[in-house]
């Protein structure tokens, strides 16, 4: 929403001025601000857990997930990056391929890119054919005895290459995870809160038949203020609580956190930025599809809102 917006300065001040304690203490604000953003989501996602950053958030998605399924494995896209904890290096390919290696309870399916990828543009259902990748990537897993828990991915995958998936993706991908005895996390850490423009979460774009079972936050969540959320499903929550070993973060979720928090999404609301995300990424997507056409470097030009990649290539035929 901006470089020190007004309205969140004057919010995070006034907070801080009456109260800032941990979260043992109970606060409107965390009840207010669960309950603005459930506006936001669907139905079924009515659980929250509030923390400090993104990484901390997608590590809880983790845990809820393994608990839940009681699995292990977690099937992830290939070039994925989703945060700098040991558990997420773990899952990112992006970065544990510089390091470690993949640890044997990670499955790499390839990116949806219908530009550089295995199933391209001119593919009749490149939708199915990707999700087939995924159904594959369970089978071979299933051959060597191993169980998957989740499939995590970013609602549009950002390290990957401002990647949009292709239409049914996700639904088709959910079916073969679901059946698998697994759950499918939908990271909008990078993408979500308007981003896209025309829906206030990334996922929505592949359709209202589609939605996750577990969501993490971040990053525009506090507007640069510390702050994250994982929401998620009753029965999820509920596997979660059952161990006796309750989730507790100190400071995530705390007053001065949620009053920040429920200020950008007044400012979101009062500014529009929604339809602001989506005029100004149309615009944008114009100039650079008429620079496109002027110039070969520039392969392909895609986004949504303003999540837009430019792909830069040396030779179109290849």
């Known amino acids: 929403v901006g470089h020190c917006h007004p309205d969140i300065v004057k919010a995070a001040h006034e907070q801080n001025q009456l109260l800032n304690t941990n979260s043992r203490y109970l606060h409107d604000n965390l009840v207010d601000y669960a309950e603005r953003l459930s506006k936001t989501l669907p139905e079924k996602?009515?659980?929250?857990?509030?923390?400090?950053?993104?990484?901390?958030?997608?590590?809880?998605?983790?845990?809820?997930?393994?608990?839940?399924?009681?699995?292990?494995?977690?099937?992830?896209?290939?070039?994925?990056?989703?945060?700098?904890?040991?558990?997420?290096?773990?899952?990112?390919?992006?970065?544990?391929?510089?390091?470690?290696?993949?640890?044997?309870?990670?499955?790499?399916?390839?990116?949806?890119?219908?530009?550089?990828?295995?199933?391209?543009?001119?593919?009749?259902?490149?939708?199915?054919?990707?999700?087939?990748?995924?159904?594959?990537t369970i089978e071979e897993a299933h051959k060597r005895g191993r169980k998957i828990a989740a499939f995590f991915v970013e609602s549009l995958p950002s390290v990957g290459g401002q990647i949009i998936p292709p239409a049914g993706y996700f639904q088709k991908v959910a079916e073969h995870v679901h059946k698998a005895g697994g759950v499918f996390i939908a990271d909008e850490i990078q993408v979500g809160f308007g981003r896209v423009g025309k829906h206030f979460w990334a996922f929505q774009l592949q359709g209202e038949d589609f939605i996750p079972d577990i969501v993490t936050m971040g990053k525009p969540i506090g507007n640069g203020h510390p702050l994250a959320c994982v929401a998620t499903t009753e029965e999820i929550a509920e596997a979660f609580a059952a161990t006796g070993v309750e989730y507790f973060n100190t400071f995530g979720g705390n007053p001065v956190s949620c009053a920040i928090g429920l200020a950008v999404?007044?400012?979101?609301?009062?500014?529009h930025l929604q339809a602001h995300a989506t005029e100004v990424g149309n615009f944008l997507m114009k100039i650079l599809k008429e620079q496109q056409i002027k110039h070969p470097i520039i392969g392909d030009v895609r986004g949504c809102g303003l999540f837009i990649g430019v792909d830069l290539i040396k030779d179109q035929a290849e």
């Not at 923390?51 to 809880?60: C, H, I, P, Q």
């Not at 999404?265 to 500014?271: A, F």
């Open 45 to 136: 996602l009515c659980i929250f857990y509030f923390l400090n950053s993104g990484s901390e958030a997608n590590d809880l998605a983790l845990r809820l997930a393994r608990q839940y399924t009681k699995h292990e494995d977690v099937i992830v896209l290939d070039h994925a990056y989703h945060g700098h904890l040991t558990s997420l290096i773990d899952i990112s390919p992006y970065k544990f391929r510089n390091l470690e290696g993949q640890k044997e309870w990670v499955h790499v399916a390839p990116v949806p890119d219908t530009y550089r990828g295995l199933y391209r543009e001119d593919h009749e259902d490149a939708g199915t054919a990707y999700a087939d990748e995924v159904k594959n």
């Open 265 to 271: 999404l007044d400012v979101i609301e009062k500014e």
